[in-house]
């Protein structure tokens, strides 16, 4: 199944580590939320992105699928983000936009290296490239999509768009800051131990990189409730972020351009203080993905970060 696909207002359903998790937009100028639901997944259901225990995944679904009345629907879905590789890619001249798909087809495997040998991927023309033809190649792995799209199936919904994550979170945050073409917009989505940053510009996505921060030997131990859990701490964050975005300036850039603005996106205990580190670390603008939580259309309930991606994902249809 191909990314990007066209289809008028699929459900917007997301299935990650902790959750599923569903939205419907009532309009996306304002942003207006009309429901917003979540069931949360039993530990090792999904692990780093793969489905582990499908027959559970099933079961739940089958219920919450009922009750939010979405039975026989069209649905976009999130690729996990541990099986989504962005690269910037020349192309030669001779090449048209309508033969990229099947000139790429061709490439990788030979010319172009992914870490995965059996791909689904979609490719679109890098249009500020003037020195030479590049495009932008978003590729995952299509045994972990169809994982995805046959537990879909398995409960009567019909997978129509395989979306990525920092693309959804990007059409959110554009929502509030509109950014401008020139800047270089940096999102780090943190859950949990884990962290994607992806890099745009131009609003296109030229960067993407999971972290495992559960490596760093800058762990705090974080009560919640009941439980104790390790948590990297503001300053391993940071560290982690210097480097990347020392990569893009020196390793992408030549150190002729740099991220110029830096977004939060999680449910991250400890943001406020982050924030303040990265203000104090970095010369550049730094926030959360949205100036304001997003709130249902009733107003009365405020939605966690934790279903931004999947409100970004719910933008992807709206006109």
Do not use: C
Not at 85 to 110: A, C, M, T
Not at 173 to 184: I, L, R, V
Request: glycine letters at 4%.
């Amino acid at each position: 199944m191909p990314f990007f696909n066209r289809r008028k207002r699929p459900a917007s359903l997301t299935i990650e580590e902790d959750a599923i998790r569903y939205v419907r937009l009532k309009s996306a100028e304002p942003l207006v939320i009309d429901i917003a639901e979540e069931v949360s997944l039993p530990p090792n259901t999904v692990v780093e992105g793969k489905i582990v225990d499908a027959e559970t995944l099933t079961v739940i679904l089958e219920g919450v699928v009922k009750e939010w009345g979405i039975v026989r629907r069209d649905v976009q879905f999130l690729a996990p983000d541990t099986y989504v590789i962005i690269r910037k890619v020349p192309y030669p001249n001779e090449i048209q936009e309508d033969e990229l798909k099947g000139h790429f087809f061709i490439e990788i495997g030979s010319s172009i290296y992914l870490p995965f040998e059996d791909p689904v991927f979609d490719v679109v023309p890098y249009v500020p490239s003037v020195d030479e033809k590049e495009a932008i190649l978003i590729a995952s792995k299509e045994s972990i999509i169809d994982q995805y799209e046959d537990v879909l199936k398995s409960v009567k919904l019909h997978p129509v768009v395989a979306d990525i994550g920092p693309l959804s979170l990007y059409r959110l945050s554009y929502q509030s800051y509109a950014f401008t073409e020139d800047e270089h917009v940096m999102i780090a989505d943190l859950k949990g131990n884990s962290m994607t940053v992806s890099i745009f510009h131009k609003h296109y996505p030229l960067f993407m990189r999971p972290v495992d921060l559960g490596q760093s030997a800058n762990i705090a131990i974080v009560v919640e409730g009941d439980t104790e859990a390790d948590v990297a701490t503001p300053s391993a964050i940071v560290s982690e972020l210097e480097k990347l975005i020392n990569f893009y300036r020196y390793n992408m850039h030549n150190g002729a351009a740099s991220v110029t603005r830096l977004l939060l996106n999680g449910d991250y205990s400890q943001m406020d203080e982050l924030s303040a580190l990265i203000q104090d670390r970095f010369t550049i603008e730094a926030g959360s993905l949205m100036k304001e939580p997003a709130r249902t259309a009733d107003g009365r309930q405020q939605l966690s970060a934790s279903f931004n991606r999947t409100i970004g994902l719910s933008l992807k249809e709206v006109r």
